[in-house]
């Protein structure tokens, strides 16, 4: 016979975990079924956390190489251990997904590994991967399954020459020259690891710009910052296939001009984006639509799919396909099914790309404003500017608010910079509370931290910055 459950989550990424712990805690009977062999989803085994493993161990080394001579430091025969670098960011990816596992004991949910379908609104079958079936009856199902890399039709993934970010996390070697196939977030993150790590690597964006959604100028900013590392840029151009030979490829793009490019290479990283993931959910079988040019499962504001008894959270749905956000609807979802008041606020979600400088940003961009046709103020201020950023070498970078003209109200924040990410947290705090930039402005700032420049730029929307 079927086991029953209060709620039965399919997925164990930061929706769903975190969901199925929420609901756990408010008192629900929960069972999480996951397909891969651990807890986390992509954020914890193919994502986020992998990624951020290499970015920090490759800054290191960078720093080693090229800053610590400047820092009076001397290093000999200074070198690279791949095997051991990718042993640590399994290890940190291990640690955290037994982490959720514990999470699972302590709050008494049930995990259940195998691929779940459904079988009716209120049914879900799991085949095991001893190809073995439980089934598994639940009051309200969640659907957590995340999102998959965009594989584009005419640079198929061949999981060798042709990557997805999963393959690009653990290359057995630093390729001679990798390609990189789109300027968002995850391309330019993991450009930056093999940059450092000795590649050549060529980043190839449709758009005129790099991370699109960014406010122009900082977007701007971070790709100037990229190319003086070495990061090779070309805007503007299309990438029509690439001629696969038995050691590498030949990349074939187009540019603005018309011109026909061939980039000859050893990889391909394609990072052209994420699709909503529900093959094999059968969501047909209980009635779920699903936008057909999309594939995201489109909810109501209880995250309420069509069918009344199942919900949808995290990157199958709409908005930023971003771990926090996923969250962050986790959260409320839970809150909301027992009948409490769960709450996303959308126009605060921070987006942050972990290069080196980060770029950090929260609300809306100048060009968001100006198009919206909101009077605001705009106030900059450079690290250059910043006693703690000359102490550590880390110069280079800007923050810029965007207050409202009339009443102050912070509206965006956007910075690009050193340990941007962590900066943009005050932001998010003053913005979910109402706040202005004189808010900030007249808040004490520890002497002498990074943070200092978003007082400054704070007080530059009055035109009263102390640093100039
Ligand atoms: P997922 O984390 O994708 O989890 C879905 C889970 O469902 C998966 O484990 C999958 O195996 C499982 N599943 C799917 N179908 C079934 C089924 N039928 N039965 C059972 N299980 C199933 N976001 C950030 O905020 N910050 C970052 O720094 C960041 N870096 C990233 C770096 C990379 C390389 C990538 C690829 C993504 C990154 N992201 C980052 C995005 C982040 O990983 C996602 O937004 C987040 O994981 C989405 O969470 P989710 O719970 O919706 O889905």
């Not at 009856?137 to 584009?152: R, V």
């Not at 057995?172 to 993150?189: N, Q, R, S, T, W």
């Not at 705090?429 to 004189?438: D, I, K, Q």
Request: contains cysteine; charged residues 25%.
């Amino acid at each position: 016979m079927a086991e029953r459950y209060d709620l039965v989550v399919i997925g164990a990424g930061p929706g769903g975990y975190v969901a199925a712990i929420r609901a756990a805690q408010l008192g629900l009977k929960v069972a999480c079924v996951e397909k891969a062999d651990a807890l986390g989803g992509t954020c914890l085994r193919i994502g986020c956390i992998p990624s951020k493993a290499l970015l920090d161990s490759s800054e290191l080394y960078h720093l080693a190489e090229a800053k610590f001579s400047k820092h009076g430091i001397k290093l000999d025969n200074l070198g690279i251990d791949l095997p051991t670098m990718h042993k640590r960011k399994d290890q940190v990816v291990k640690g955290l997904t037994d982490g959720v596992a514990f999470l699972f004991r302590k709050n008494k949910i049930t995990p259940v590994f195998g691929a779940a379908k459904l079988t009716s609104p209120t049914t879900v079958r799991v085949t095991g991967n001893d190809g073995k079936d439980v089934d598994l009856e639940a009051g309200h199902i969640l659907l957590a399954t995340g999102s998959a890399p965009i594989n584009l039709p005419f640079l198929p993934f061949d999981g060798k020459t042709v990557v997805s970010s999963t393959e690009a996390l653990a290359f057995d070697a630093v390729p001679k020259h990798l390609v990189v196939v789109g300027g968002g977030a995850i391309g330019l993150e993991l450009g930056s690891v093999w940059r450092r790590l000795g590649a050549k690597v060529t980043v190839i964006e449709f758009l005129p710009r790099i991370v699109p959604s960014s406010d122009v100028e900082i977007g701007e900013a971070l790709r100037k910052s990229l190319a003086k590392q070495g990061l090779e840029f070309h805007l503007e151009t299309k990438v029509s296939g690439a001629a696969i030979k038995p050691d590498g490829a030949i990349v074939k793009a187009t540019n603005a001009k018309g011109e026909e490019l061939e980039f000859p290479c050893d990889k391909i990283l394609v990072s052209v984006g994420r699709r909503a993931y529900t093959e094999g959910l059968d969501l047909d079988k209980a009635g779920v639509k699903a936008d057909p040019k999309t594939g995201k499962v489109p909810v109501d504001e209880h995250f309420r799919t069509n069918v009344p008894t199942i919900s949808a959270l995290g990157d199958l749905i709409a908005g930023p396909m971003l771990a926090h956000k996923a969250e962050d609807e986790g959260v409320a979802f839970a809150e909301l099914l027992v009948g409490k008041a769960g709450h996303v606020d959308y126009n605060t979600i921070p987006n942050v790309v972990y290069t080196w400088p980060e770029l950090a940003s929260v609300g809306r961009t100048e060009e968001q404003l100006k198009e919206e046709g909101v009077p605001y103020r705009v106030g900059k201020s450079m690290f250059m500017a910043n006693g703690r950023a000359k102490a550590m070498d880390e110069v280079e970078g800007v923050v810029k608010l965007l207050a409202h003209a009339e009443t102050d109200r912070l509206l965006g924040a956007h910075i690009v910079g050193a340990r941007a990410s962590d900066m943009i947290a005050e932001l998010v705090a003053v913005m979910e509370f109402g706040g202005s930039a004189e808010d900030v402005a007249r808040t004490s700032h520890a002497h002498p931290t990074l943070s200092e420049v978003v007082r400054e730029a704070a007080m530059a929307v009055d035109k009263r910055a102390i640093s100039g």
